[in-house]
């Protein structure tokens, strides 16, 4: 597996799970809290090709999620929603158990989540180590290249999103370490059609 430099280790992305499976948990203290899935192994197109989250045993850092990992809506660090109580793997997916909180901006989309408006998640995250499958080949738990398998990644937030992501109009764009994160003018422009669309 190749640990070499690459320019495309550490580069922070989003990746938006569209109509995702969000699922309100029962019990008395847990009317706000939900389960929901953040991640998966679709093959997802990117500016250097076709990217893979490896779902494997220990490819999905999720101790900083487990640790003080928060619910974001639309990727927006001043719009916290809620805590992540706890996020692990099962059946190649990223799962997660999340609470709203009580706040005013936290109830609007607990509401639209509650009442079935609101259905994506999207994820923002790391890699930091990948396997580069060329075409013919296939890796050896059966991706077929040409592909970039994550093999190594970090999840870094959750979020609840208004608008699923297109990678082909430049949603999920990269960060630079510790920068805002800033989206293409594509992006604004594929979310402005988007919205028009949905008031037809």
């Known amino acids: 597996m190749p640990n070499n430099p690459n320019p495309k280790n550490n580069d922070i992305?989003?990746?938006?799970?569209?109509?995702?499976?969000?699922?309100?948990?029962?019990?008395?203290?847990?009317?706000?809290?939900?389960?929901?899935?953040?991640?998966?192994?679709?093959?997802?197109?990117?500016?250097?090709?076709?990217?893979?989250?490896?779902?494997?045993?220990?490819?999905?850092?999720?101790?900083?999620?487990?640790?003080?990992?928060?619910?974001?809506?639309?990727?927006?660090?001043?719009?916290?929603?809620?805590?992540?109580?706890?996020?692990?793997?099962?059946?190649?997916?990223?799962?997660?158990?999340?609470?709203?909180?009580?706040?005013?901006?936290?109830?609007?989309?607990?509401?639209k989540v509650k009442s079935g408006t609101l259905k994506g998640v999207s994820v923002r995250y790391s890699v930091e180590c990948w396997e580069e499958v060329p075409a013919g080949k296939k890796s050896s738990d059966g991706f077929a290249g040409p592909c970039d398998i994550a093999r190594k990644w970090t999840p870094l937030e959750i979020s609840i999103v208004s608008v699923p992501a297109d990678a082909t109009v430049g949603v999920g764009r990269s960060q630079g370490d510790g920068g805002p994160f800033i989206k293409s003018l594509g992006a604004f422009e594929a979310q402005i059609r988007a919205n028009q669309n949905l008031l037809k």
């Open 13 to 111: 992305n989003q990746r938006c799970f569209g109509q995702a499976a969000i699922r309100a948990l029962e019990g008395e203290g847990r009317e706000r809290t939900f389960e929901l899935s953040f991640s998966s192994e679709q093959p997802y197109p990117r500016w250097f090709g076709t990217e893979i989250l490896s779902h494997a045993q220990g490819a999905a850092d999720l101790t900083r999620l487990n640790e003080i990992g928060v619910l974001l809506f639309n990727h927006d660090t001043d719009y916290v929603l809620g805590r992540i109580d706890r996020a692990w793997i099962e059946d190649n997916r990223g799962k997660a158990e999340v609470t709203f909180d009580e706040d005013k901006d936290a109830e609007l989309i607990y509401q």
